[in-house]
């Protein structure tokens, strides 16, 4: 079996910090395994081949940190040399190296999400791999681009993760929706044996709050939709999209971006929703062709004015259009009094809020989509005539 030694390199030049390394020993033979790890001679213990520091040391903090890390690399190391000895093969010193090495490469926190990303994009998941870029993009900032391996989770670092959010203002539900994204990382690799389960998540907060209640009454959606924003036409474009996502049964953007000329057929649009694959089937209205037609035709294969050129980049389109309808929509949201936040998500909410006001059953639509989890409110929804949906949604838009 394989031996691990830890050692320390003092710095050629007087007063620099040195560097520690481990020394792998097997069958008499030895190689070097360098670390990042710099310190002073007077930190280093000799005799019992550990970093030290007194508790009056203004570094102290950083050696026990160093101290952890350099704890972590031997376990890790333990267990290649287990694996190795296990698996009844021959090996060396400079096997347990390259393991290690290949280790430190593909199961660091950023590189094994980026495989995560990559495998999610394979398998057309792009919505999710988004989801899974921008939780790296937040923990990259949050670490300031230095990367951290799988097992050096820990609570400590994830609160520190949760507290750093806080101090920027964000919200409950956005830091909750990161951790959780960083935890179903992390339970995959435990999955996949990668590494042992240290349970990083079980001190920060993985739930998910109820929001603000986010919908529009009737009586202010009519006046949206009586503003004069000729003059405005970023303003008037970002007004019928919030109009027609709410015509459309408080249909999605992303839904509404990607809904293509052959949905529409018979006066009536059929799709699936990107988020559960359910299929939906609602009327196609007068209100709702009066506002296409204020569009030119797309050169592209979707419906509405939103892709409308082919051969782009559809998900970057979408996203850029979505955020400017967002934009403007706040410039709208002042025009007539409104202290929520209007977004396009402000239109799917109000609808379900008019649809009970309007006598709809609590069957087929929840309190603006209220239900703990949406799949309640999908089932029920997706068990019913449509017919009926659509003469609900007839008496509010013969209301608007």
């Known amino acids: 079996m394989a031996t691990i030694k830890v050692k320390f390199r003092p710095s050629a030049v007087t007063g620099k910090e040195g ?6 020993i097997h069958e008499r033979r030895q190689r070097q395994l360098f670390t990042d790890y710099h310190v002073f001679p007077y930190e280093w213990d000799e005799n019992r081949s550990m970093v030290t520091a007194s508790p009056t040391s203004e570094r102290k903090l950083f050696i026990l940190s160093i101290r952890e890390r350099i704890r972590w690399d031997i376990e ?3 267990k290649i040399i287990r694996k190795l000895d296990n698996s009844g093969l021959t090996y060396s010193a400079e096997d347990v190296t390259d393991e290690f090495n290949r280790y430190a490469n593909d199961y660091s926190l950023f590189n094994y999400m980026e495989s995560i990303i990559i495998k999610l994009k394979q398998n057309g998941k792009i919505r999710t791999a988004e989801t899974y870029g921008s939780t790296l993009k937040s923990f990259k900032k949050f670490r300031d681009g230095e990367d951290i391996m799988l097992d050096s989770l820990n609570t400590r670092i994830m609160e520190a993760y949760q507290a750093w959010h806080q101090q920027r203002g964000v919200a409950p539900n956005t830091i909750s929706f990161y951790t959780r994204i960083l935890r179903a990382a992390y339970n995959r690799a ?3 044996e990668i590494i042992e389960n240290r349970h990083p998540f079980r001190h920060v907060y993985t739930g998910v709050d109820k929001t603000v209640k986010r919908a529009l009454p009737l009586s202010v959606v009519k006046k949206i939709k009586a503003l004069d924003l000729y003059l405005i036409p970023e303003q008037d474009y970002a007004r019928d999209m919030f109009l027609l996502s ?3 049964r408080g249909m999605s953007f992303i839904d509404m971006a990607f809904l293509r000329k052959t949905d529409l057929a018979n006066g009536y649009v059929t799709y699936r929703r990107r ?8 009327e196609w209205t007068k209100e709702m062709q009066a506002i296409l037609d204020k569009y030119p035709e797309n050169a592209s294969a979707y419906l509405l004015p939103i892709i409308r050129n082919a051969g782009v980049n559809e998900r970057s389109v979408y996203r850029n259009v979505g955020y400017n309808i967002n934009h403007n929509l706040k410039r709208i949201a002042e025009k007539v009094g409104i202290t929520i936040p209007l977004t396009l998500y402000v239109a799917r909410h109000s609808w379900a809020s008019v649809a009970k ?6 069957s087929v639509i929840s309190e603006g989509m209220g239900h703990d989890s949406e799949t309640t409110t999908q089932i029920y929804l997706a068990s019913l005539d449509t017919s009926v949906v659509d003469r609900a949604n007839s008496l509010i838009l013969k209301s608007l």
């Not at 560097?19 to 792998?24: E, L, M, N, W």
């Not at 988020?275 to 609602?282: D, E, N, V």
């Open 76 to 78: 890790r190391l333990t």
């Open 19 to 24: 560097s520690v390394f481990y020394q792998i």
């Open 275 to 282: 988020k559960t694959g359910q299929q939906l089937i609602i």
């Open 246 to 248: 709410f015509m459309l």
């Open 357 to 362: 006001a309007k006598g709809i059953p609590v």
């Open 190 to 192: 435990v999955e996949e």
